[in-house]
């Protein structure tokens, strides 16, 4: 794989940053909503916290620009 430039990876790495803040507000949020019942709730929850932790996996161990090379040539 080609190398990644400092810049894309500065921003990989900022955007990674604020996706865990986010996750955690998207919990809160499906937490104290009233509308749910628990089980979906609960759901929820799980379904958020294993994409964030993919998500973060995949950006800081894998290179995304290896994985997705069609769309990153451009």
Same mark, same amino acid.
């Given at each position: 794989?080609?190398?990644?430039?400092?810049?894309?990876?500065? =921003?990989?790495?900022?955007?990674?940053? /604020?996706?865990?803040?986010?996750?955690?507000?998207?919990?809160?949020?499906?937490?104290?909503?009233?509308?749910?019942?628990?089980?979906?709730?609960?759901?929820?929850?799980?379904?958020?916290? &294993?994409?964030?932790? =993919? &998500?973060? /996996?995949?950006?800081?161990?894998? &290179?995304?620009?290896?994985?997705?090379?069609?769309?990153?040539?451009?």
């Amino acid at each position: 794989p080609r190398e990644t430039l400092d810049e894309f990876v500065i =921003i990989r790495h900022v955007m990674t940053a /604020f996706s865990i803040p986010l996750s955690m507000l998207c919990i809160y949020i499906v937490i104290t909503s009233r509308s749910l019942t628990r089980d979906y709730a609960l759901m929820l929850v799980v379904l958020l916290i &294993d994409s964030a932790i =993919i &998500d973060i /996996f995949t950006q800081l161990v894998f &290179d995304p620009s290896f994985h997705s090379y069609i769309v990153c040539m451009y």
